[in-house]
């Protein structure tokens, strides 16, 4: 028996980040998606998401409210897809 026991620690959950709407791109085109915004160096004032990120509104949401490379997205699984998915269709029955 040991009079101290070592703690033990488990690890902090992770949080991930979905953008939301699924598909999101500016009012400018599908080429200014959040993939675009990310990768154009997230700066509060200096890079994309903070010049630009609450201009170009599309879909009733800005690069910083959808992009999670902005700050925004969704961080609890819940997303809206823009574009479903059309569920198939079943083909027509030969006979």
């Not at 699924?22 to 791109?25: L, S």
């Not at 959808?66 to 823009?82: E, I, N, P, Q, R």
């Not at 479903?84 to 083909?91: E, G, H, V």
């Given at each position: 028996t040991t009079l101290?026991?070592?703690?033990?620690t488990s690890a902090a959950p992770t949080i991930t980040c979905t953008d939301n709407p699924?598909?999101?791109?500016d009012s400018w085109g599908d080429y200014f998606d959040c993939a675009y915004y990310s990768r154009n160096d997230y700066d509060a004032s200096t890079g994309t998401c903070g010049i630009i990120g609450n201009i170009f509104e599309n879909f009733n949401t800005t690069?910083?409210?959808?992009?999670?490379?902005?700050?925004?997205?969704?961080?609890?699984?819940?997303?809206?897809?823009?574009f479903?998915?059309?569920?198939?269709?079943?083909?027509?029955?030969?006979i």
């Open positions: 101290f026991p070592t703690p033990t699924v598909g999101w791109y690069a910083n409210q959808a992009c999670c490379g902005c700050g925004g997205g969704s961080k609890d699984g819940t997303v809206t897809t823009l479903p998915t059309p569920a198939p269709t079943s083909a027509a029955p030969t």
